[in-house]
């Protein structure tokens, strides 16, 4: 079973629209969850991180978050050409011991103008 | 500026040699982790170091090798014996096991 999965895309939204990328994960005890940005050929950046069920807005960028359902999602708002990139959730995962967090293999987004 | 840095940007290896990737923070964080990205591919974990003069393997460890002599460095040797090194290395560093930030990364060809 895929511990952290993120549909690989390509998710194509026209600029200004919503985009709406979506992560599920299998460890009920997870709590901290991140969405980072790489744009190709560059370092993941870390956009969001959200600890706690509900939303939190930053800007543009709103992340959803419901233990419950396990899943964690990335809004992005007005979307714009420059946020075409792929979009990489990741999970901390505590029922693992004390390891690092883990990637999904990330949603590439593409924001047509 | 506080941050974390790799070095080369660009490495090229020939067939059978060993090559060490730099990583260097200054962000003060016990944790540093190495990561390989294969083109259209997601982060893959090689190794990972939670305190200086400790170690952990990753998922993909083989062929790989690290050190932590001090906090703020963690270099990566590949070794001969990775047979299909080519590829995009990340390193990062955290705090804790938490959040996670990235160096801008090396890109190995084998030639």
């Known amino acids: 079973q895929k511990e952290v999965e993120q549909n690989s895309g390509p998710l194509s939204v026209p600029e200004g629209a919503i985009a709406s990328l979506n992560c599920t994960y299998s460890?009920?005890?997870?709590?901290?969850f991140f969405w980072y940005r790489q744009y190709s050929g560059k370092s993941p950046e870390l956009i969001m991180f959200?600890?706690?069920?509900g939303d939190k807005e930053d800007g543009r960028f709103t992340a959803q978050l419901n233990k419950a359902s396990q899943y964690v999602s990335l809004l992005i708002r007005d979307s714009q050409p420059s946020d075409s990139a792929t979009y990489l959730c990741a999970v901390n995962l505590p029922l693992s011991g004390n390891t690092p967090l883990v990637f999904g293999k990330g949603t590439r987004l593409s924001v047509i103008a | 500026d506080g941050g974390i840095t790799q070095s080369p940007k660009y490495l090229f290896r020939k067939e059978g040699q060993n090559v060490t990737l730099s990583c260097e923070q200054n962000l003060n964080h016990d944790a540093m982790y190495w990561y390989r990205q294969d083109p259209g591919q997601g982060l893959r974990l090689i190794y990972y170091s939670q305190i200086v003069n400790d170690f952990q393997k990753g998922d993909i460890a083989e062929g790989y090798s690290v050190s932590r002599e001090k906090k703020e460095s963690f270099p990566l040797t590949v070794t001969s014996a990775q047979k299909n090194p080519t590829a995009f290395y990340l390193c990062?560093?955290?705090?804790?096991?938490?959040?996670?930030?990235f160096g801008p990364g090396t890109r190995l060809t084998v030639l």
């Open positions: 460890d009920r005890g997870s709590q901290s």
């Open positions: 990062a560093s955290s705090k804790d096991t938490d959040t996670q930030y």
């Open positions: 959200i600890y706690s069920n």
